[in-house]
């Protein structure tokens, strides 16, 4: 299977000068009034967030819940909208049957014919919080209008924004689809590896390490923010973990870090999720890597809609 490098091994990418095939981003167009968007229907494009600032969202399809679609650490919205089997994408076919949003974060890779940070969202002040990110994306969904309840579907780093989001808006939140998500136990089970990994995941494309815009997430500060807000209530939650090992260059030797102890924790991190809601299925994507999405965007799909059916029960 073809492997999307990014994340963790998105240096592979850049370096080779790879790209991501058949996939190119949409320029942003200018946004239209907030009500347009909560209808339905198609919309790619800046919703102003105050501050004098905006941030770049497209929404698909029709029908509540809404489904919000979290990328993970440095990834825009992109590979929501973007499959290397099983076609069409994540984004294409949850809108097939219920309202769809994705949304750049500030700082985050536009992948099209090469890498670079997005223009499609206001720059921020970095390093961020997951608090931060969550009353970003909070305002963002207020000044759209895009209807409640939602679905938060979060991949990698995301999940601790998504995990927070819903602490923190429990009543807008029914529903939490965790796609090989950052667990908040991970720096307790790397011990005195953390240091190096969080300096690894946070400077994965040399060419940006210098660039202030770069998304940049306080790691340590975003558990804590998780640690310190309410529990999270009971709603249907599903985890999806990765199969295969994380893609990485075959002569990365990190100082401090070993990938065989990353792929070792990295089950345990996944059991950490899992035992936050009771009776929550735990599905292994045999033959993906992290980015369970871009290579089984049908499984992903399948399971968002399990939640969705779950969610519309419990309510």
């Known amino acids: 299977m073809h492997r999307i490098h990014l994340a963790v091994a ?58 919000i679609l979290e990328s993970g650490y440095h990834d825009s919205s992109d590979p929501w909208s973007l499959a290397d089997a099983y076609l069409p994408p994540v984004m294409q076919r949850v809108a097939e049957y219920t309202r769809v949003c994705a949304y750049d974060r500030p700082g985050t890779i536009l992948y099209g014919d090469a890498p670079r940070i997005t223009d499609r969202s206001s720059p921020a002040p970095m390093p961020r919080t997951a608090r931060e990110i969550a009353n970003d994306l909070h305002a963002l969904l207020a000044a759209a209008e895009v209807p409640d309840p939602y679905v938060l579907v979060a991949h990698s780093m995301g999940g601790l924004i998504a995990r927070l989001y819903a ?18 136990e ?12 969080r300096q690894l995941i946070d400077n994965p494309l040399p060419q940006f390490g210098n660039n202030p815009d770069f998304e940049q997430i306080d790691v340590d500060a975003s558990i804590a923010e998780i ?14 973990t990765k199969g295969e090992p994380f893609a990485v260059p075959s002569d990365a030797h990190p100082a401090g870090f070993s990938f065989d102890e990353l792929e070792r924790l990295w089950p345990l991190g996944a059991m950490a999720l899992v035992k936050l809601e009771p009776g929550t299925p735990h599905i292994i994507a045999t033959g993906s890597d992290h980015y369970i999405q871009v290579h089984q965007p049908d499984l992903v799909t399948q399971i968002v809609r399990l939640v969705i059916e779950r969610a519309v029960q419990a309510e």
Do not use: K, M, N
Request: charged share 15%.
């Open 10 to 67: 998105v240096v592979l990418l850049v370096s080779t000068g790879g790209t991501i095939p058949g996939f190119a981003a949409d320029s942003p167009s200018p946004p239209p009034a907030p009500q347009a968007i909560a209808r339905g229907g198609d919309f790619s494009g800046p919703v102003d967030i105050g501050d004098g600032r905006h941030l770049f969202l497209e929404c698909r399809g029709s029908g509540a819940p809404t489904v």
């Open 167 to 184: 602490q923190t808006y429990p009543d807008q939140v029914i529903g939490l689809v965790l796609v090989d998500a950052f667990p908040v």
């Open 186 to 197: 991970l720096p307790g089970l790397f011990g005195s590896q953390w240091p190096a990994y």
């Open 227 to 240: 640690d310190e807000a309410p529990a999270l209530r009971r709603i249907p939650l599903a985890v999806l």
